[in-house]
T-cell receptor, first 113, second 106 residues
Framework: NAGVMQNPRHLVRRRGQEARLRCSPM?????VYWYRQLPEEGLKFMVY????????ESGMPKERFSAEFPKEGPSILRIQQVVRGDSAAYFC???????????FGPGTRLTVL | KNEVEQSPQNLTAQEGEFITINCSYS?????LHWLQQHPGGGIVSLFM???GKKKHGRLIATINIQEKHSSLHITASHPRDSAVYIC????????FGKGTHLIIQP
C-alpha cells in the first residue's frame, strides 16, 4: 500500500514562472492537506481539501496561490508568478474519512532563482 | 486560533538518557499529534492522542486535557533518535509548534 506521493521532489523555477506541485493521497483517503515550511521556520497550514471541494483555505496567501483536488487524479498546489519568498518545502498529507491521523508525503522542495 | 508552544527548543543529551519534550496549547482540541522530522526533511507521524497515554517502543506520549499540556518521552535514547520533534493540534489542518531539535550524542 503506497504512502502519500508527491512530485516533483525538487523544483527549480525562475521568478515569474509558475510552479505546480502534485500530491497523490494514500489509497482510500479522500482528505488532503497542504503545508509549507519556510527555511528555518516551522510548518504552517495552507489548505484542506476533500474531493472537488476546498474545506478550509485560511492559510493560503490571498494572491498567486490556488489548490484543487479533482474527482480523478492528484491534488495540485499551483503558485503563479513565483517570487524568491516562495522558496520552501511544501508537504501534503492525507487522511481517511472519520479519522484525524494524517500521513505525510516526502515534500517538494521549491527553489525560486 | 490555537497557539502551540514547545519546550525546550533545543536539547542535547547523552545516549541512554531519558528525554522529555513538552507541548502546551491555548484552546480545547479534538486531538494532539506528535511528529518526527528527520534531517533529510521527511515527516513521520508518531502519535495521535486525545486522552491519557500511548506507548510505542521507547516512545511514550501523554496528554492532560484539563491543563492543555502534552509530553513526549523517549526512554534509553539513541543517536538515531536525533531529529526534530513537533507537536501539532487538530482542527482540520494542523497547527504546529516550532519543534524541538534533539541531538543524542553517543
Amino acid at each position: 500500500n503506497a504512502g502519500v506521493m508527491q512530485n516533483p521532489r525538487h523544483l527549480v523555477r525562475r521568478r515569474g514562472q509558475e510552479a505546480r506541485l502534485r500530491c497523490s493521497p494514500m489509497k482510500g483517503h479522500s482528505h488532503v492537506y497542504w503545508y509549507r515550511q519556510l527555511p528555518e521556520e516551522g510548518l504552517k497550514f495552507m489548505v484542506y481539501l476533500q474531493k472537488e471541494n476546498i474545506i478550509d483555505e485560511s492559510g493560503m496567501p490571498k494572491e498567486r496561490f490556488s489548490a484543487e483536488f479533482p474527482k480523478e487524479g492528484p491534488s495540485i498546489l499551483r503558485i503563479q508568478q513565483v517570487v524568491r519568498g516562495d522558496s520552501a518545502a511544501y508537504f501534503c498529507a492525507s487522511s481517511g474519512q472519520g479519522t484525524d491521523t494524517q500521513y505525510f508525503g516526502p515534500g517538494t522542495r521549491l527553489t525560486v532563482l | 486560533k490555537n497557539e502551540v508552544e514547545q519546550s525546550p527548543q533545543n536539547l542535547t543529551a547523552q545516549e541512554g538518557e531519558f528525554i522529555t519534550i513538552n507541548c502546551s496549547y491555548s484552546v480545547g482540541i479534538s486531538a494532539l499529534h506528535w511528529l518526527q522530522q528527520h534531517p533529510g526533511g521527511g515527516i513521520v507521524s508518531l502519535f495521535m492522542l486525545s486522552s491519557g497515554k500511548k506507548k510505542h517502543g521507547r516512545l511514550i506520549a501523554t496528554i492532560n486535557i484539563q491543563e492543555k499540556h502534552s509530553s513526549l518521552h523517549i526512554t534509553a535514547s539513541h543517536p538515531r533518535d536525533s531529529a526534530v520533534y513537533i507537536c501539532a493540534t487538530s482542527g482540520g489542518g494542523l497547527t504546529f509548534g516550532k519543534g524541538t531539535h534533539l541531538i543524542i550524542q553517543p
